[in-house]
Every structure is written in C-alpha cells, then in structure tokens.
C-alpha cells in the first residue's frame, strides 16, 4: 500500500485571517484600555499629592510674608 500526502485546499483561509487580524485589533485596544486606565488612577493620585505639596508651601510663603509685615 503506497501512502501519498493529502492534498487539500481551505477554501476558509480569508475568512480565518480576518477573524484572527479583528480578534487581535480587539485585543490590542482591551490591553490598551486596561493600561491606560491604570496609568490614569496612578496619575491622578500622583497630581493630588503634587498640588497639596504645593498648596502648603504657598501658604507657609503667605503666611511667612505676612508675619514679616506685621513686625
């Protein structure tokens, strides 16, 4: 008995490469959603902290010009 290779013809191969191109365009703007969104909770808590920095420095300038007027 002689074995020869099956030849063998998909006639899906578009149909395949289109769902495999708009699964990973999904997946690439879920990962980027999901980045994006960590990285502005840290940000926003960051900016927080960066202007109550600057808020209680400002004020210790006010309040440090004012006692100097008031001597």
């Given at each position: 008995?002689?074995?020869?290779?099956?030849?063998?013809?998909?006639?899906?191969?578009?149909?395949?490469f289109?769902?495999?191109?708009?699964?990973?365009?999904?997946?690439?703007?879920?990962?980027?959603?999901?980045?994006?969104?960590?990285?502005?909770?840290?940000?926003?808590?960051?900016?927080?902290?960066?202007?109550?920095?600057?808020?209680?420095?400002?004020?210790?300038?006010?309040?440090?010009?004012?006692?100097s007027l008031?001597?």
């Amino acid at each position: 008995m002689l074995l020869t290779p099956e030849k063998y013809v998909n006639i899906f191969r578009k149909l395949n490469f289109c769902v495999t191109r708009s699964l990973s365009t999904q997946c690439k703007s879920c990962c980027f959603a999901f980045q994006k969104r960590r990285f502005c909770t840290v940000k926003a808590a960051l900016l927080h902290r960066k202007t109550a920095a600057f808020a209680t420095s400002n004020r210790n300038y006010y309040f440090l010009t004012e006692l100097s007027l008031q001597s």
